[in-house]
């Protein structure tokens, strides 16, 4: 029998491959007996050769007792050995080289002491402990401290003296041919921002590197024109030269890093996380061990900026590694490329301010003169004899170590780039954008971020000698970016928000305070320039400011309509690619299990093998003759399962509902209810339709209390015994009836839509407590009907013949849809997609229901009680008082009286808003063309009594704010006018008649609905 080497299947003798996994076995080959030879020849021969010395040969070959009897080959072999003999000096090569190869032995053996030695400090139970990265940040703090310590002993102080006995700030003479010539100063012109010399200040500091022409003359280090004299634009600060014990140091620790970071990067397996420590250590090492130190050469701010930059990343870098391995977590996930941008753009961010300081002392002048001072200045000291600060109005002359509003700011552009790249690439591939609508309001952060950064880089590549400043078109422009980014950050807030697991409010100000941080790193270098911001006079000036505000609109306005449609286009493909990317600002829900990932084949043998190494690959091939039969596998499968389809009759149910219990809580006619218990108890799924606000969704809510009932839960509370939906464009037959979906196993099952799962539940709810289980699917028509609910329209008709589900998709029986079942839909009938759209098989297969405006007593008297309700759940408002109960249906409130709309209605301002709501709201007769009569909304449109209540609740917040007046204002504007658009300027004019009647001529929305009346798009927006 033999045994397959993957599975350890035992197959027959003559099987070429297991039968369970697939794997060929190895073909059997016979041993052929060898052949007996007359000569006794080694197995190997050439190893023996290369194994002895040519010495060892010669000295052999006479001793040879079997020469006569070597074969032609062996004859052969020898003549070849024989004409390579060389003379003594060959051999005394030889030696030499042999013992070249054993020290190399010995080296090796060193290292292998010194990586065992390194185990038994870096390995704990054979895995890396956090002593490895601990080294290495340690090393790396050292190596900060001692790149700014050669900066900051290089860099004179503002007041430190010369070998000379010159300040920074004392201009530095010489005699030339017995003449004094005034050489210059280390700091420059006060205010240039020009950096400073050390070897004007103090010309012995770097006499070692000086080197002579051909005339004899010393060429000093910075005069690189090599004309005798340091020029302004041969200004580098002062460069560091290396000591002894700086390249000393620097050696050691260098070679410590690098030593355990190689260690580290022979000990992982994914070393894409060690890789960035080799790189900032390797560039670290050339520029100070090597170059400044071994080669002797002085490094200048530019360089020794780039070195502190790299050992900021390393202690970043290794920081990553340290708190990896001492919380015990893996090293084979290494940090995504926008962690080493943000390294970067953070470590520039903190060099510009090292570089500002590399480059200095600079001169400023302090103490300025006062008007009158000034004045007396150029009246009684000749212009020629002021010094450069007196010119400019100052007092006196003084050195800084720091002018981060002047100098070269490029160290500060490249942060700033570093950065918003960073930050963009974090937003986009990081968040989700769910619809077009998040895709603007990210548009809108990143275009305000963007703008910002070009101003920024405006300032650097267009000031004068290096200095920033604001202007006037700058502080537009900023207030413009900030503007429309806060504005992309709160709705994208408030769009999120309301979704469950979504970012909550500290997650939110954690987000805005990154973004207005990274705008205060943009602004920041431009404001410290501290130039005065004023309204142009100059009219050219105030031209050109607005120019550049309308162009900056327009940008935004291309920005967020087209730039958002591709940023859409780029989160879409990037959920493509990566389809179980987490979304930064939608954490997962407590308990909710994690989404496994999706696996193919190529990236699974590829996870096994960075895991495991090639000692354990396996390879798996396909054969052909031992696939399955997947048809065979199903239908034997299939074959044990009963697949009888239940028809059962139809149970009894209790559609007796009191109207005058519906009533309590919602304003409607009996006639109304009455239809649709009718339809209901008829078999008919139910349409309601009607204007938005009128109550299609509670009346839903509130009979299918009655009906369905209520389900007790696990813990105590009480649930509905109903099921609703929403609507929306993207539905199709898999989210209504159901389809293939993938489990957490890696396998395959039937996922059911919302239909079937709620007659799921109706069956049970059937069997179980004789009260059906109904499913409410608001919003009806924004479903395309035909792709969501076409396998539905045979199925409503034939109950008991179309199973909703077959034995395919439920895995055995097939499936009936009860008779009991029934579905509620709402639709409303200004919405965009018109009623009369959905077809006329759908219309056959449910009963349409008009609900109209209640009585308008009725929801006159009782406003007050809907108003409570909705209070109450938002808890505003405490219980009623004891004895004031709630009225019912044909009832009214028992506050009207004394004026108050209800007990918390004190002064009675609440009722006087719902009063004249109500007189603008009250319907007329409709007027004919061209005819201007005051009338009320309601005569034109069909105002529901929920867009009331909600008006109602909002002046009970607002009134103690604006007053009385101004909050039915407010009111009106948000909730009512909205649903004017589209009406004809008489109708308009109508109703600005009737406000000025009923809210008065100065009311804010009398002036809105002239205005509307006279206007030429007759639209409020």
């Known amino acids: 029998m033999k045994v397959c080497p993957v599975c350890e299947m035992e197959e027959e003798d003559s099987a070429l491959s297991c039968s369970m996994c697939g794997s060929d076995f190895e073909p059997s080959v016979k041993e052929t007996p060898q052949q007996e030879s007359p000569v006794d020849v080694p197995e190997d021969i050439s190893s023996d050769i290369a194994e ?17 009897e070597l074969s032609e080959e062996e004859k052969l072999l020898e003549e070849t050995l024989s004409a390579t003999e060389t003379g003594a000096s060959e051999e005394k090569s030889e030696s030499s080289f042999t013992k070249f190869t054993e020290q190399f032995s010995d080296m090796g053996k060193i290292f292998g002491d010194l990586n065992k030695r390194l185990d038994g400090i870096f390995l704990s139970k054979g895995e890396l402990n956090y002593i490895a ?133 022979n000990k992982v397996s994914n070393t894409a996380i060690i890789i960035p420590v080799i790189g900032f250590a390797v560039v670290e090492t050339i520029l100070f061990a090597i170059y400044g130190g071994l080669l002797n050469n002085v490094i200048f701010a530019l360089p020794l900026t780039i070195g502190l930059v790299c050992t900021v990343g390393l202690i970043v870098a290794s920081g990553v590694l340290l708190i990896r391995t001492s919380l015990g977590r893996s090293l084979n996930d290494p940090p995504s490329l926008t962690f080493y941008i943000f390294i970067i753009a953070a470590a520039l961010l903190f060099s510009s301010v090292f570089y500002n300081y590399s480059l200095g002392p600079y001169a400023i002048c302090d ?44 160290i500060l552009l490249l942060s700033a780039t570093f950065l918003f790249l960073g930050v963009a690439n974090s937003l986009i591939s990081n968040t989700k954008i769910n619809d077009i609508d998040e895709a603007k309001y990210f548009s809108m952060i990143l275009s305000g971020l ?43 807030y408030r769009k999120r928000r309301g979704e469950a697991g979504s970012m909550g409010v500290a997650y939110f100000v954690i987000f805005a305070s990154g973004i207005f941080a990274l705008f205060g790193t943009f602004i920041a270098p431009v404001v410290l320039g501290g130039n005065d911001i004023e309204w142009p006079e100059d009219g050219d000036e105030q031209f050109n400011l607005v120019l550049s505000a309308l162009v900056t609109a327009v940008g ?30 939608a954490p997962s829900v407590p308990g909710e299990q994690k989404a496994m990932p999706e696996w193919t084949v190529d990236s699974a043998m590829e996870f096994l093998m960075n895991e495991y190494g090639d000692e354990f690959q396996v390879e798996l091939k396909h054969t052909t003759e031992h696939t399955p039969d997947l048809e065979l596998v199903e239908k034997t499968m299939m074959d044990t399962v009963d697949q009888s389809v239940e028809i059962r009759q139809a149970i009894e149910v209790d559609y007796d509902v009191d109207f005058h219990e519906i009533a309590e809580a919602y304003s409607t006619t009996q006639e109304t209810v009455d239809e649709v218990i009718t339809h209901l108890t008829s078999g008919k799924n139910i349409m309601l339709f009607g204007e938005p606000g009128t109550g299609k969704t509670a009346l839903s809510n509130i009979l299918l209390t009655k009906l369905c009932g209520e389900i007790e839960q696990p813990n105590g509370s009480m649930a509905p015994n109903y099921t609703i939906v929403t609507a929306n464009a993207e539905w199709s037959n898999f989210d209504v009836i159901g389809g293939i979906s993938p489990d957490d196993s890696g396998g395959y099952y039937f996922k059911d839509g919302y239909v079937a799962e709620a007659a799921k539940l109706c069956e049970k709810s059937i069997r179980e407590r004789g009260k059906p289980h109904y499913l409410v699917i608001d919003e009806f028509n924004r479903a395309n009907i035909d792709e969501a609910f076409g396998k539905l329209f045979t199925v409503f008709e034939y109950r008991d013949k179309q199973p909703l589900l077959t034995h395919k998709e439920t895995g055995g029986a097939p499936f009936m849809m009860p008779p009991e079942f029934r579905i509620i839909g709402t639709m409303n009938t200004q919405d965009k997609n018109t009623l009369f759209n959905v077809g006329f098989a759908l219309m056959r297969r449910f009963a349409f229901v008009e609900i109209g405006l209640p009585l308008p007593e009725d929801e ?27 009225w019912k249906f044909g009832e009214k409130c028992r506050h009207f009286p004394q004026k108050k709309f209800d007990f918390y209605d004190d002064d009675g301002n609440m009722y006087a808003c719902h009063e004249k709501l109500v007189k603008f709201l009250a319907p007329g007769e409709p007027p004919k063309r061209g005819d201007e009569t005051p009338l009320g909304v309601r005569t034109f449109r069909k105002i529901g009594p929920a867009l009331l209540i909600d008006s109602m609740v909002t002046i009970f917040n607002s009134i103690k704010k604006y007053g009385p007046e101004l909050a039915l204002d407010r009111v009106i504007r948000s909730n009512i006018m909205p649903s004017l658009e589209g009406l004809e300027r008489n109708e308009i004019r109508c109703m600005f008649l009737h406000a000025k009647e009923v809210l008065g001529p100065t009311s804010i929305v009398t002036e809105t609905l002239d205005r509307m009346a006279n206007s030429d798009s007759l639209s409020l927006f």
């Open 52 to 68: 002895m010395s040519l010495g060892d040969v010669e000295k052999t070959e006479p001793e040879s007792e079997v020469t006569n």
């Open 133 to 265: 990265p601990l080294t290495i940040v340690v090393l790396s703090i050292l190596l900060l401290s001692g790149v700014i310590g050669l900066a900051v002993s290089s860099v004179p102080g503002t007041d430190q003296e010369s070998s000379d006995g010159y300040k920074p700030t004392t201009p530095y003479n010489k005699e030339i041919n017995g003449i004094t010539v005034l050489i210059g100063r280390g700091v420059a012109e006060p205010f240039s921002g020009e950096a400073f010399n050390c070897e004007i200040w103090d010309s012995q500091i770097y006499e070692e590197f000086q080197e002579v022409n051909d005339e004899g003359y010393y060429i000093q280090l910075t005069d690189r024109n090599e004309n005798g004299t340091v020029d302004d634009e041969e200004r580098y600060g002062c460069p560091v030269n290396m000591k002894f014990i700086s390249t000393f140091s620097f050696i050691i620790l260098n070679l410590i890093l690098l030593t355990t970071a190689f260690y580290i990067y």
């Open 367 to 410: 103490g300025e003169y006062t008007p009158s001072e000034l004045l007396d200045l150029k009246n009684n000291v000749p212009e020629d004899l002021r010094t450069e600060c007196q010119n400019k109005g100052y007092k006196n002359l003084q050195a800084v170590p720091f002018d981060l509003g002047n100098g070269s700011n490029m």
């Open 450 to 492: 963007g703008l910002q950064f070009l101003i920024l880089v405006f300032n650097v590549v267009t000031s004068e000698d290096g200095g920033l400043g604001f202007d006037e078109n700058d502080t537009a422009l900023t207030i413009m970016a900030l503007g429309v980014a806060t504005i992309g950050m709160v709705s994208f």
């Open 556 to 585: 935004f306005w291309l920005s967020y309509r087209f730039g958002s449609q591709k940023l859409r286009e780029l989160s879409i493909a990037s959920d493509a690619a990566m389809p179980n990317r987490q979304d930064a600002f």
């Open 860 to 886: 006159y008297h009782r406003m007050p009680v809907f108003v409570y309700f909705k209070l109450k759940k938002l808890g505003l408002v405490p219980d009623r008082p004891d004895g004031d109960g709630l």
